[in-house]
C-alpha cells in the first residue's frame, strides 16, 4: 500500500511539509521495500489504525517503543486480525520477553544474540536494556525500518506531516513512539 493510500484509507491527509526527524504528531512515509509508514508520537493512536487498514487485505506492523519505560512492542496483523506479537516491559523485568501466536522465524535468532549481550554486559547489572531492543529489530528485520537509525540500506524515507481530514493531528505524547509499518496484503 502506498502513502497516499494510506492516508486516504485512514482520512488523513499529507501536509507535503518535510518532517524528517518525526517531530510532528503524526508524519508518513514510503519505502522502497513496498511498506508505507504511518509514525505517531501518540501510543494511543494503535489499535484502531492497525485493524482500519489490515481490514482491507493489507499486512500491518505496529511498533512502539517508549524509552522512558523502557517497553517496547511489535505485533503483526493481517486481514483485520492479529497474527502475533512480542513485547517488553522492564517494569516487569529486564529479561521480560512475551510472545503471542504464530511468532516468526526471525526472533530466535534476534533474541539469542541480544540476550547474549545482556548477559556479556551483566546481565541484571547491565546498564543497557538489551531486551528493549528485541521487538525494535524485529519490526526492522521485517520491514527495513529502525525509528532510531538514519542509515537505512534502502536510504532515508522522506517523512511528510501528516493531519486529520479537519486539519487535527492526535496530541504528541512525551517522545513515545509508534510506527505503523503497512504493506498491501498478498493475495
Known amino acids: 500500500m502506498s502513502k497516499v493510500k494510506l492516508l486516504r484509507r485512514l482520512q488523513l491527509t499529507d ?3 518535510p518532517d524528517e526527524d518525526n517531530e510532528a504528531p503524526l508524519s508518513a512515509a514510503d519505502l ?3 511498506w508505507a509508514i504511518l509514525f505517531s508520537n501518540d501510543f494511543s ?6 485493524l ?7 499486512e500491518v506492523i505496529v511498533c512502539q517503543a517508549d524509552e522512558h519505560v523502557m517497553f517496547s512492542s511489535v505485533s503483526f496483523f493481517s486481514k483485520g486480525r492479529q497474527q502475533w506479537s512480542v513485547a517488553h516491559d522492564a517494569q516487569q523485568d529486564l529479561r521480560h520477553l512475551e510472545g503471542i501466536g504464530a511468532l516468526p522465524e526471525q526472533l530466535s535468532a534476534i533474541r539469542v544474540r541480544l540476550m547474549d549481550q545482556l548477559e ?3 546481565g541484571d547489572g547491565s546498564e543497557v536494556d538489551y531486551t528493549f531492543e528485541i521487538p525494535v529489530e ?3 528485520h521485517l520491514t527495513g525500518y ?6 537505512h540500506s534502502s536510504g532515508r524515507p522522506n517523512f511528510t506531516a501528516v493531519v486529520g481530514n479537519g486539519g487535527d493531528a492526535p496530541k ?3 517522545l513515545r513512539r509508534l510506527i505503523h509499518v503497512f504493506r498491501a496484503g498478498r493475495g
Request: proline content about 3%; overall charge negative; hydrophobic content about 25%.
Open 15 to 17: 501536509t507535503g511539509e
Open 32 to 34: 522502497p521495500t513496498g
Open 45 to 50: 493512536f494503535g489499535s484502531r489504525t492497525a
Open 52 to 58: 482500519t487498514v489490515s481490514l482491507a487485505e493489507n
Open 120 to 122: 556479556e554486559e551483566g
Open 138 to 140: 524485529l519490526a526492522e
Open 146 to 151: 529502525r525509528h532510531d537509525r538514519d542509515d
Open 172 to 174: 504528541a505524547g512525551r
